[in-house]
């Protein structure tokens, strides 16, 4: 889920947790109506024209505030920042791809297993230690994992689009990993700014012959996915300037039980009991880890 997100390191709390915890539970909750609304949106529009939509708003958003905070565009380390904005873009691309074909709520638990796998790829690539606490995280995900995709035939759509929704978790988890290199150098600002450019340049690149001029509801929905993703940024942002990272973390895990909630009550998609098991294992070793790693710190 951290693509979708202006991604800070860990800053020490500022003593406003209450406000703190309430801009984290509305960023999550913004979380989940993106992408019920880019749900509702890839219905007639084709997955590539969602994405351009919502990133050139996010764009605009990072635009106005680069320019506010006078922030110039200057870039380090252009390999590895090349590396996380394009495994952002492909996780977008997935992730809202996901989201026209299964259910809401099984698509961002799919996409929340990226913290696991992040901590997994961690470790051959930042060296990282291993130890027996991710070792036991990565097994717990990877059951909810069989959990999930288990309850579906892998030949047909929705199978497909499961390993689609997988597929944006295991490219949000490369993003991460190069986010940890690029972030030494590059501000935060300025990455979300660089993975929201290439994100619709790439869009618009990629986008097939099926793009159509939204008619003013289609346009509402594109606008509106647009403009609750980058509230949700800059909530989130917010929140973790005013909590303890590990803490920020954990409320983040929320946006995979409010699009549960959400798909049922928009879409009549209630989980069965499989994937509410699956999904129990995956936040649950997501959330682990988080608290995990904020006692070491």
């Not at 110039?72 to 590396?83: T, V, Y």
Request: with cysteine.
């Amino acid at each position: 889920m951290a693509e979708h997100g202006i991604e800070v390191s860990r800053i020490e709390a500022l003593p406003d947790r209450r406000r703190g915890v309430a801009l984290m539970v509305t960023g999550a909750l913004c979380f989940a109506a993106m992408a019920a609304l880019a749900k509702a949106a890839s219905a007639e529009i084709p997955t590539f024209e969602v994405v351009a939509v919502r990133s050139a708003v996010t764009l605009a958003v990072m635009e106005g505030l680069r320019r506010r905070l006078g922030a110039k565009l200057q870039f380090f380390d252009l390999p590895i920042l090349a590396s996380r904005t394009i495994a952002g873009f492909v996780a977008i691309a997935c992730y809202f791809h996901a989201l026209r074909i299964i259910p809401l709520g099984e698509a961002v638990l799919l996409n929340s297993m990226s913290p696991v796998l992040t901590a997994a790829g961690a470790v051959w690539f930042l060296g990282e230690k291993m130890t027996w606490f991710r070792v036991v995280a990565i097994a717990i995900s990877v059951t909810g994992l069989w959990l999930l995709l288990g309850a579906r035939d892998l030949g047909t759509l929705q199978g497909q689009g499961a390993l689609i929704g997988a597929a944006s978790a295991l490219a949000s988890a490369w993003a991460l990993i190069s986010l940890k290199k690029a972030g030494k150098r590059n501000r935060s600002l300025l990455i979300v700014w660089a993975l929201a450019l290439v994100s619709t340049v790439g869009s618009l690149l990629f986008a097939d012959s099926r793009w159509q001029v939204p008619d003013g509801q289609e346009a509402f929905l594109l606008l509106a996915t647009g403009v609750s993703a980058a509230v949700a940024q800059l909530l989130m942002t917010s929140g973790y300037r005013l909590l303890d990272a590990s803490e920020a973390s954990v409320y983040g895990f929320l946006t995979p039980l409010f699009s549960m909630v959400l798909g049922g009550v928009l879409f009549a998609e209630w989980p069965h009991q499989r994937a509410i098991f699956g999904g129990v294992l995956i936040l649950g070793a997501g959330i682990g880890l988080a608290l995990r790693v904020g006692e070491r710190k």
